[in-house]
T-cell receptor, first 110, second 116 residues
Framework: SQELEQSPQSLIVQEGKNLTINCTSS?????LYWYKQKYGEGLIFLMM?????EEKSHEKITAKLDEKKQQSSLHITASQPSHAGIYLC??????????FGTGTRLTIIP | NAGVTQTPKFRILKIGQSMTLQCTQD?????MYWYRQDPGMGLKLIYY???????DKGEVPNGYNVSRSTTEDFPLRLELAAPSQTSVYFC???????????????FGNGTRLTVT
């Protein structure tokens, strides 16, 4: 079974609209990472969250880790074509191995 | 700094052939990882290493081998290529992750492998 579940699997959003991607775990998340992957390219690090209740923002992207450290959300405000790609959450669950979710494919339409 | 460098970028193999995917990093990171990404899917961990001379299996190690003789290099070996190994392979490195210490992974640009 998948340790990290992302929802939705794919998302089509009109340019300028807001959107949220969720990452849910059945276990406590220690380091929670968000990455973005443009189609056919490598992964770009977006943010890392460690503390329950932590929230970080970069430009129009905000990520939160809930108090119980079992769910994280990524929110994009006023989406742009440059936001299109695959968003992946990952966590190490307190060990050396970093496990990733299944990814959310985001498409921005004009 | 070049970061994480993977070679080759593309490769086509025939069934049963062998090859080594090269990965090198110049950030003096102790931790290195190999992942594969199948179409439309997330990343699956193949092998990882927490330092030179130390390697361990991830989720999908069958059909692969690794070695870590130096801090900089972490090659991935496919001995008998099979169509199921058609995928995009990513190498990554970091200072380390654990229960109390986390640093982000830096990824290479990937190697796209097709086995026919």
């Amino acid at each position: 079974s998948q340790e990290l579940e992302q929802s939705p699997q794919s998302l089509i959003v009109q340019e300028g609209k807001n959107l949220t991607i969720n990452c849910t775990s059945s276990k406590t998340l220690y380091g929670l990472y968000w990455y973005k992957q443009k189609y056919g390219e490598g992964l770009i690090f977006l943010m890392m969250l460690q503390k329950g209740g932590e929230e970080k923002s970069h430009e129009k992207i905000t990520a939160k880790l809930d108090e119980k450290k079992q769910q994280s959300s990524l929110h994009i405000t006023a989406s742009q074509p440059s936001h299109a790609g695959i968003y992946l959450c990952g966590s190490n669950f307190g060990n050396e191995k970093l496990t990733f979710g299944t990814g959310t494919r985001l498409t921005i339409i004009p | 700094n070049a970061g994480v460098t993977q070679t080759p970028k593309f490769r086509i193999l025939k069934i049963g052939q062998s090859m080594t995917l090269q990965c090198t990093q110049d950030m003096n990171h102790n931790y290195m990882y190999w992942y594969r990404q199948d179409p439309g899917m997330g990343l699956k961990l193949i092998y990882y290493s927490v330092g030179a001379g130390i390697t361990d299996k991830g989720e999908v190690p069958n059909g692969y081998n690794v070695s870590r003789s130096t801090t900089e290099d972490f090659p991935l070996r496919l001995e008998l290529a099979a169509p199921s190994q058609t995928s995009v392979y990513f190498c990554a490195s970091s200072y380390g992750t654990g229960s109390s210490y986390n640093s982000p992974l830096h990824f290479g640009n990937g190697t796209r492998l097709t086995v026919t």
